[in-house]
């Protein structure tokens, strides 16, 4: 019940594409989602995150759409550049305790 | 703002010595710390969560007196790994949470163990 099951493992798109990474959870404590971007070497970034009250969020080319009937969240990437080539978690924590991290998504933007 | 520091960024050790990685809040006070594990291309792996001056929650199956943490202050955390050995050969990366919800990630250590 504390798993949050991300997909898919990897993805390619070519530049200017739109990756949609995938997450779903079970546990309906869970009062945060954020979204982490790591490159090779380097600690997690927080990228976004959105509670469950709220279906969508922008920041910049990012967004999350929340279905919180259904248990799962997305991440999409808009007009993805080589740049955005990292890894990509999703978690979820109740109030900012441990957080329990998707498997990760690998992506590659091609130029 | 929300930055989160790790000294040493690297290590390289021996076998059998312990090694120390401080995690540091460098803008917010910390109110919660945690420290990952994380092996190549695998996600990260929670190992302790600790709180200003108390003792480290350790998750089931790290051994508490192999990683030695510390949270003496609001912006400090420190790990050590004791009598360290081949298979402690990781990255290891800290949090820092303040008063939200939103843990702020350092850029992790690269320890090495001959």
């Known amino acids: 019940q504390q798993q949050v099951k991300q997909s898919p493992q990897s993805l390619i798109v070519q530049k200017g594409g739109i990756p949609i990474i995938n997450c779903a959870y079970e546990n309906t404590a869970f009062d945060y989602f954020p979204w982490y971007q790591q490159f090779p070497g380097k600690g997690p970034a927080l990228l976004i995150a959105i509670r469950p009250d709220v279906s969508e969020k922008k920041e910049g080319r990012f967004t999350i759409s929340f279905n919180k009937s259904a248990k799962q969240f997305s991440l999409h990437i808009m007009d993805s550049q080589p740049g955005d080539s990292a890894t990509y978690f999703c978690?979820?924590?109740?109030?900012?305790?441990?957080?329990?991290f998707g498997a990760g998504t690998i992506l590659r933007v091609k130029s | 703002g929300a930055v989160v520091s790790q000294h040493p960024s690297w290590v390289i050790c021996k076998s059998g010595t312990s090694v120390k990685i401080e995690c540091r809040s460098l803008d917010f006070q910390a109110t919660t710390m945690f420290w990952y594990r994380q092996f190549p291309k695998q996600s990260l792996m929670l190992m302790a969560t600790?709180?200003?001056?108390?003792?480290?929650?350790?998750e089931q199956g790290v051994e508490k007196d192999k990683f030695l943490i510390n949270h003496a202050s609001l912006t400090l955390s420190t790990l050590t790994v004791t009598s360290a050995h081949p298979e402690d050969s990781s990255f290891y990366i800290c949090?820092?949470?303040?008063?939200?919800?939103?843990?702020?990630f350092g850029p992790g250590t690269r320890l090495t163990v001959l």
């Open positions: 978690a979820a924590t109740i109030y900012g305790n441990k957080l329990v």
């Open positions: 600790s709180n200003e001056g108390s003792k480290a929650t350790y």
């Open positions: 949090s820092a949470r303040g008063t939200g919800s939103v843990q702020f």
